[in-house]
Every structure is written in C-alpha cells, then in structure tokens.
C-alpha cells in the first residue's frame, strides 16, 4: 500500500522567525526524493515538519490525508521513521539495544518483545549487513557501521516512508557510496518511499528519481532529476557556474556535476 505525506501552505520557524513562509509538497509513491540547496535555505527545517518534529506555524502537513499533529504518535511511527543527522546514543549500549528502539511503537510499556518483534529486529540488522555485530557496543564500530545500526533501528519499525537528514555527514567516500547504494536497494526491495535532505549533489543526481531545491525558504524547483539537475538551475539555486555532463560506467550513465566558478545571480 502507497502511503501520502502532503504539506499544505506549512508555514515554517523557530521562535517567531519564519524559515518557510509557505510550501506545498506531496510525495505519494514510492521512490527516492532528495532536497537540495544551499546552507539556511530551510531543507532541514521542511524535513522536521514533514516528519512531525517541527509543528507548523501555519498551514498543515497530511498523512494519508490526516492531520500528522492529530494522529497518535505510535500511528504515526509504524508508517514514518526519521534518522536525524549525527544521531547519538551512549556509547556502551548494543547494536542489538538501539535497534530494539524501533519495536517501541508496536510495543506497551513494560510489554515484553515477541517472536515477531526479534524477527524484525534480526530482519532489519541483516538488511543493513549488521546481522553479526548485534551484540557489539556501538563504541567499538566505525563511522558506516554506526550509521547502519541507526538505519537498522528505522527500518525495525517496518515503516512505509523513511525520512533521513544528511546521512551521509562525517562519512568518508566509501562509506557514502556504501551508505547511499544500501539506500538505494532498500527503497527497491522494500518499496519505501525515501525523502533525504542532501548536500552532495552528486550523490543526490545519482540515486534519486526526484529532486526538491529549497532557496530562501521556497521551493525553488520541483521535478524529475534530469529537470531540476541542469547548470542553470544549479547556478541560481548556488551562485556558482557548474558543467554537467553525463557519464557512463558499467553500462550505466549519470548526471554529474562540476562546480568552477562563484557567480552573480540576479533575479534569483
């Protein structure tokens, strides 16, 4: 089953400061979504609000056509799961302890896990190739193996729509590939709708069907990668001149980028 996350006319900010005067999104099938755009333009403020982290100050965000600030929020977790940027938790604690966080919204409290919940907790950890580091303290993985144990804990919650903030931060460049293809086959194989806020373009042009650019608090460009991912929207969505071309490799062509120059930008 598809499930909707809309937003309408969300007004958007923290203490009486407007990041996001009005936006209007909808994301109803499944496919991977990644919003792009320059430092402050409120990417990571639209993904809180979509995922109910952040209330709107105006306007309202939908799932499945429901208010998401009225629905319960055990409701909410078993479609909907965020991975927050530079996620933290004592370093002492289990592979195992933080994907068992995930169960929470199926569970009562003080219930006991069952077999389905271990199932899922084993399911989760195998998907994301942790089946054999479950007991390991997270203290002792690296940087990507970090990472996939807080992706492992999201994808317990068997949610339908994944929604991640920069999950790629303080990764080196094979673990951002590793990291971003693991994404990729998740969405394949478990149909997820995944929204990303990302700052490598790259990366976002690769494995994404769609692509949102956010400047000065609106939605800039809305559309296919090959519509949004072109050097003139790049140059007013940056302020820089960038070539983008098409590369092949393996039988497999992508767009990428190359950024060269600052520019100015008038009418932007």
């Not at 333009?41 to 309202?60: E, I």
């Not at 479950?134 to 992706?151: C, M, P, T, V």
């Not at 373009?201 to 090959?226: C, E, M, T, W, Y």
Request: charged share 20%; with cysteine.
């Amino acid at each position: 089953m598809t499930h909707a996350i809309e937003a309408r006319t969300v007004k958007l900010g923290y203490g009486g400061k407007v990041i996001l005067p009005g936006v209007d999104l909808l994301l109803n099938k499944p496919e991977i979504i990644s919003i792009i755009g320059p430092n402050g333009s409120g990417k990571s403020t639209l993904l809180k609000a979509l995922s109910r982290l952040l209330t709107p100050l105006g306007g309202s965000v939908l799932l499945d056509g429901k208010d998401i600030h009225r629905l319960p929020p055990r409701e909410v977790a078993r479609l909907m799961a965020i991975l927050p940027q530079a996620a933290q938790a004592p370093g002492d604690m289990t592979v195992y302890d933080l994907v068992v966080y995930g169960r929470l919204p199926y569970k009562r409290l003080f219930e006991r896990l069952t077999a389905a919940d271990e199932a899922a907790i084993l399911a989760a950890s195998s998907a994301v190739g942790l089946p054999d580091m479950l007991y390991r303290r997270l203290d002792s993985l690296s940087g990507g193996e970090k990472q996939r144990a807080w992706l492992a804990m999201a994808l317990a919650q068997e949610p339908h729509l994944l929604l991640l903030d920069e999950p790629t931060t303080y990764l080196d460049i094979h673990h951002q590939l590793e990291l971003m293809k693991l994404i990729g086959r998740l969405h394949r194989e478990r149909q997820l709708t995944v929204l990303m806020v990302l700052h490598d373009l790259n990366h976002a042009a690769r494995f994404s069907q769609r692509l949102i650019a956010v400047k000065n608090g609106r939605i800039f460009a809305d559309g296919p990668v090959d519509e949004v991912f072109t050097a003139a929207t790049l140059r007013s969505l940056y302020e820089v001149e960038t070539t983008v071309m098409t590369l092949e490799h393996g039988g497999h062509s992508q767009l990428v980028c190359f950024a060269h120059d600052s520019c100015p930008v008038t009418g932007a």
